[in-house]
């Protein structure tokens, strides 16, 4: 595609498809970690959320139809962590299959002696390379009011997708400490290595210990306290707020405060994994 067409089809989708406005109000309104910020960056969500919606397939599984409004909360929190990276950085897979619930997968895992074990997992989302991206609606419902534990599905999975695309996780290895890139992987190795020993001792976390389970996982389940219980994540990992604001090119505590410094109040959230 040329610049102009693919501007011309930007304008075009934005005019013709745009997100109705009480929709949107509708979804802030649930959402508001969504609205905590200024009003043009609420409306670069906006737009970018409707380009989402344009080129995106939902596909609702177990009976379920996925309506406007889900698709929208949908959109708006898979766009948020790519607000200033670019739409291009979801481009790697089209299809979004909604179940209505978390979906049990029977997993099997050989251990290092190699006797396999086979266990069932329940997941409420699952992003895998190229697509598509599971979610379950009732863990997306409920991100408004499980904000405040720093959880959220759709950021988590969508976080995934980020990192598949950037590499920022892979090779923390043989990072190569006198690159920028390297500096800060070696960086997020060390975060996740303290907080694995703090998993391991049973402390008390505000990151869900499943975190302790890979860099990529501690990357994905930091990047939803990131988004949605920033100022939680300053205070109880201001490394990890730093080092996530470096790749997100974002810093939500700030836009927060900003914005009068309300942040989700507290209620429970589950526990189900999400990989
Ligand atoms: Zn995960």
Redesign the pocket.
Known sequence: MTGWWRRWRRTRTLERRAIPDALWQQTLARYPFLAARSEARVTALREMATLFLAHKEFGGAGGLAVDDAMAVAIAAQACLPALELGLSWLDGFVGIVVHPDAVVAHREREDEVGVVHSYDEELS?E?MDGGPVMLAWRDVDEAGESAAEGYNVVI??FA?VIDMRGGFTAGAEEADRSTARGRWLRSLLLEHERFVRRADRDDETFLDPYAAESL??FF??GSEAFFVAPATLKTEQPRLYRLLAEVYRQDPERDRMEQGGREAPLDGADGKA??
Request: a negative charge; zero cysteines; charged letters at 35%.
């Open positions: 989302g992003a988590h999975e995934h990529e996982e994905a389940v999400r990989t």
